[in-house]
């Protein structure tokens, strides 16, 4: 049998534009070229009427298929939660860990390592979300747990950087050093401000240090206002930054998102996020964290006293939502879930479908609805054989 396959039939979005009437043909895991027809020798898929894009990248993922990665830290969790995504186009994902114990960041970072061994299939690596966060802009984050960064806690970054193609860490001026910021990035970890009220000229002065990110825009961060720009402006205005956006409509109003887009200088990017929870994939109604009941109600997940606790959303709920209810066109809200997070950290051969990058893509119907998922060449999921 050959080891080449070549979609025919399908509008294809390669990253960059459309193609019609062309054919994506892939082998040994990557695409291998976009032609006028099939080789000879290649195993042809019929993709008629269906849209083909590069599979999504979600750099905040904290759970899904009814698994929190704070509660299940293990190579099991990881499985299953990349398991869950993929059922929503995503093809790689950076599995996150909200603030807790050092024993716990101690296990998530094991468990990580351990699934880039085994080769779980859409593991990208590991997003370390606090627990050197500030008090002010706690968010869910539980507050007993907040603390500062030790030389211990950096040893353990870097060491799991040693060992992961990719380590992201959100931290907040306030708990972290300039000095440990710019250690974290010699290191090869990604340091992404979040959960900060420092001002303006101190969120500039870490992008200056190393930092590269901005956690969830607008979420828990200082403000853009007029006297005191705030996190958000700095985000906005300094180029050396991409920032995570969530795309659900709770966490920040289409028109915010809409100035945004417009006032974003570059090279950096807005792209998209999940902040997914253990719901995703599931007919749960909450779930615990940190010993705290986090309720779903509505598309909302909150703590009790009405805290945004994470996000009940996919990530092609979040660029239906972008195309949408916002105009976005569809290639743009595209690359904001594939092209634009890959550069973000770097990743050189994923979020388009070139010659040589993996051959992870997403074929959805022509309202986007789900139909398939696939990594490195392979489907590894089928929405007609699911009922979904």
């Known amino acids: 049998m050959s080891s080449s396959k070549a979609f025919v039939g399908a509008r294809i979005f390669d990253g960059a534009t459309w193609h019609d009437g062309e054919v994506l043909v892939i082998g040994n895991g990557e695409v291998a070229t976009l032609s006028s027809g099939a080789p000879a020798d290649a195993e042809v898929i ?56 050092p024993d716990i960041t101690a296990k998530a970072a094991e468990a990580g390592v351990a699934a880039h061994k085994t080769g779980v299939p859409g593991f990208l690596g590991l997003h370390f979300e606090g627990p050197h966060l500030s008090i002010a802009r706690k968010g869910t984050h539980d507050p007993a747990l907040i603390r ?43 340091v992404s401000l979040g959960h900060s009220d420092v001002g303006f000229a101190v969120a500039m002065a870490y992008a200056e240090a190393g930092a590269s990110m901005v956690t969830h825009l607008f979420n828990a961060m200082s403000p853009l206002g007029h006297r005191e720009p705030g996190v958000v402006g700095a985000a906005l205005s300094n180029g050396r930054l991409d920032c995570g956006l969530i795309a659900d409509g709770f966490h920040v109003d289409p028109a915010a998102i809409g100035i945004a887009l417009r006032a974003k200088n570059g090279p950096g990017r807005i792209f998209l996020v999940t902040d997914a929870m253990s719901t995703i994939g599931t007919d749960d109604d909450g779930f615990e964290l940190n010993g705290r009941r986090v309720y779903r109600n509505g598309g909302r997940l909150t703590l009790e006293d009405g805290t945004l606790a994470g996000a009940d959303i996919d990530m092609l709920s979040c660029v239906r ?45 022509s309202d986007l609805q789900m139909h398939s998922t696939w990594i490195a060449g392979e489907k590894i999921f089928d929405a007609a054989r699911t009922g979904a």
């Open 148 to 190: 500062k960064m030790e030389p211990a806690d950096l040893d353990v970054l870097a060491a799991c950087r040693a060992q992961l193609p990719f380590v992201l860490t959100t931290i907040a001026p306030e708990n972290v050093t300039e000095e440990q910021v710019t250690a974290l990035q010699k290191a090869g970890v990604i």
């Open 321 to 365: 939502f972008m195309h949408e209810k916002l105009g976005t066109p569809l290639e743009e809200a595209l690359r904001m879930a594939s092209a634009y997070p890959a550069a973000a950290i770097g990743v050189s051969h994923k979020g388009k479908l070139l010659p040589g990058f993996d051959a992870d893509f997403v074929m959805l119907t």
């Open 46 to 101: 019929a993709a008629e009427g269906l849209l083909i894009a590069p599979g999504f990248i979600d750099l905040q993922v904290n759970g899904g298929g009814g698994v929190m990665f704070n509660n299940e830290p293990d190579v099991d969790g990881i499985a299953r939660i990349c398991a869950a995504h993929a059922k929503f186009g995503t093809t790689a994902l950076m599995v996150t860990l909200i603030t807790d114990r």
